[in-house]
């Protein structure tokens, strides 16, 4: 509906999809998109193994990416 083509509406659903499994990862979509755009330039996509490290489900990604808990207080 908001893309002019069939090229920006798929570039529009790759990067929701992105954005919403990092949330559904407890990662903050700012900071793991600032990640990725800070790292994939000096990796080798074709790499398997380094592209794992840069996934949402990744236990390697730095804890920036990560989504502070938020820790219920008991208040009497």
Request: glycine fraction near 4%.
């Amino acid at each position: 509906m908001f893309s002019n083509t069939a090229r920006g509406a798929r570039g529009s659903a790759i990067m929701y999809s992105v954005v919403e499994t990092a949330k559904e990862n407890g990662l903050s979509p700012y900071h793991y998109l600032r990640y990725l755009f800070e790292t994939l330039p000096n990796m080798d996509v074709t790499n398997k193994e380094e592209i794992d490290q840069v996934l949402p489900w990744s236990t390697d990604l730095p804890s920036i990416c990560k989504v502070p808990i938020k820790r219920e207080v008991n208040v009497k």
